[in-house]
């Protein structure tokens, strides 16, 4: 697979992401970045992990993390 079809799959994907999440969050600064930056660059530079310190068997939220923001 050459770069090209990467970089394209990675807009698509990005863009399957924003379209899913809450319309709020359409402009995070997350998404921006995705948006931005090629996935190499944003996966080896650019990304940070979150450690949270979540209970065991507390229900998933999907975004939940990023709402809090607001």
């Known amino acids: 697979m050459n770069g090209t079809n990467v970089s394209k799959i990675w807009r698509e994907y990005v863009q399957e992401i924003i379209q899913e999440a ?7 600064a997350v998404f921006e970045q995705l948006r931005k930056h090629p996935p190499k660059r944003y996966l080896l530079q650019l990304s940070r992990t979150i450690c949270l310190n979540v209970s065991r068997h ?3 939220i999907p975004y939940g993390h990023l709402l809090n923001e607001f």
């Open 58 to 60: 507390q229900p998933i």
């Open 22 to 28: 809450p319309k709020k969050l359409g402009r995070h």
